[in-house]
């Protein structure tokens, strides 16, 4: 079945660490996101890459960082830059119209 | 400005009730596609559905249905005869050229079905 996996399911990070967020699809998408979820706040785009090697900052980038060496994979980095990193991470990945999202990654920073 | 709004932060409602969650939108193309999902308490987000700007009709979908007015920029969703197996957060979603053609969320809507 296709899919996207997003890994850890949680993730704990110390103050001043920066730790890399995996997301894998095999649905052969072009594009693929990075979503932040906070409370009352709805789901906020970090960054998004339309094609391999190529990628684009949202409307909240500062404090994260991302690659697209494959098509099928669209890891998110968060820095140490990010003051407020405590949240929940959504990837998803698209042809257009079809949207499928991953099941998320907890970050807690401790 | 709000490009998608949610009004209701949170709904609670008893099993049985009929519950509309409301979806307000803005954008000055005349092509446009909304999008509702459902995220239960593990996490994921499940797609609802999808309308594009032209087809105005309503959609019935078993419980769900859909009332899509672009006089009022309104894409208000309803479900029928509540379960506790709809609680969860929904999300209504724009996508439009003006906003690069990605994926615009609003706030979220909460829904509680009690027993």
């Known amino acids: 079945d296709g899919g996207i996996t997003q890994s850890p399911k949680y993730l704990f990070r110390k103050e001043g660490q920066n730790v890399t967020l995996s997301c894998e699809q095999n649905?052969?998408?072009?594009?693929m996101y990075w979503y932040r979820q906070d409370p009352g706040q709805g789901l906020r785009l970090i960054y998004y890459?339309?094609?391999?090697?190529?990628?684009q900052k949202g409307d909240i980038a500062e404090g994260y960082s991302v690659s697209r060496e494959k098509k099928e994979s669209f890891p998110l980095t968060v820095t140490s830059a990010q003051k407020n990193p405590t949240a929940f991470y959504l990837c998803?990945?698209?042809?257009?119209?079809?949207?499928?999202f991953g099941s998320g990654t907890r970050l807690t920073v401790v | 400005a709000q490009k998608v709004t949610q009004a209701q932060t949170e709904i609670s409602v008893v099993e049985k009730e009929d519950v509309t969650l409301d979806c307000v939108y803005e954008?000055?193309?005349?092509?446009?596609?909304l999008f509702w999902y459902k995220q239960p308490p593990s996490g994921e987000l499940v797609f609802l559905i999808r309308?594009?700007?032209?087809?105005?009709q309503n959609e019935i979908s078993g419980r769900y249905s859909w009332n899509f007015q672009k006089s009022t920029s309104s894409f208000n969703f309803t479900i029928t005869a509540s379960q506790v197996v709809d609680s969860a957060v929904y999300f209504c979603a724009l996508r439009a050229q003006e906003y690069g053609n990605k994926l615009v969320f609003g706030a979220g809507t909460i829904l509680r079905v009690k027993s």
């Open positions: 309308r594009n700007s032209f087809d105005e």
């Open positions: 890459s339309q094609i391999v090697n190529d990628f």
């Open positions: 954008t000055r193309d005349t092509t446009y596609y």
């Open positions: 998803a990945s698209s042809d257009f119209h079809r949207y499928t």
């Open positions: 649905l052969n998408h072009d594009a």
